[in-house]
């Protein structure tokens, strides 16, 4: 079993505006300004803020996952938004309570997160659990959780100026990872990277997440969405991927 450290709302190492965390590699610096500068509307909840400690927590999480995936990913999977009972929760894309344990890294535990279980979550960790090769990084193209207010324990679609404003986001990421940005994914997925650097593919997961990317400048190729009966077509999708 992974250690599951708990925490009781002090995740210091991710401390400061702008820190990354103790998992951080420094190409990461214009990720987390880019995060940082996420405007966040009254209906959505700021999942990284350092001034709470939930956002403390989930930072530090996502700075250990993105250490210890980004690394060597050569695909990045990019969802729409993060749901309430998943990465709210954790501050990993497609990572509900139930997987945290079994991410091959240290994480932090919420004390009272608002589900257990996310069946998103659940199939994509699934899909990936038997990757050769490089493991696919997720992310969300827009980084924070939009609700049907007042209503938090729901989930809401991004609107257009949300999906413009987590570009920046996604674009940093990729540029970290050594896409490049917009000019790095071609409408196949396949990446072009920048001399020297290994190329990125970008994969949409769901319609919804492709046109919200298309949005942003971003095009990628797109695998069903698991939700909605979706979860064989997308695990023989996303396995169809691998390099």
Known sequence: MIPIHRDNGA???????????????????????????????????????????????????LSRYLAHVGPTADTVLVAEAPGWRGMTNTGIPFTSMRELGSLGFDVLEPEEPTAPWEASSR???????DWWGPLPLTWAIFPHHPFVAPDRLTNRTPRPAEVRAGAPVALALLDALGGGGTGAVDATGA?????????????????????????????????????????????????????
């Open 123 to 129: 199939v994509v960790q699934a899909a990936l659990r």
């Open 191 to 243: 990446g072009a990277a920048r001399p020297g650097l290994r190329p990125v593919r970008v994969v949409a997961v769901g319609r919804k997440a492709q046109g919200a990317l298309a949005l942003a400048g971003i095009d990628a190729v797109a695998v069903r969405h698991p939700a909605q009966g979706g979860a064989a077509q997308f695990t023989e999708q996303v396995r169809a991927l691998q390099r």
């Open 11 to 61: 995740a210091s190492s991710s401390g400061g505006a702008g820190a990354a965390g103790s998992g951080s590699w420094a190409a990461l610096d214009g990720f987390w300004a880019a995060l940082d500068a996420v405007p966040v509307a009254e209906d959505a909840e700021a999942l990284y803020d350092v001034s709470t400690a939930a956002g403390r927590l989930r930072r530090e999480n």
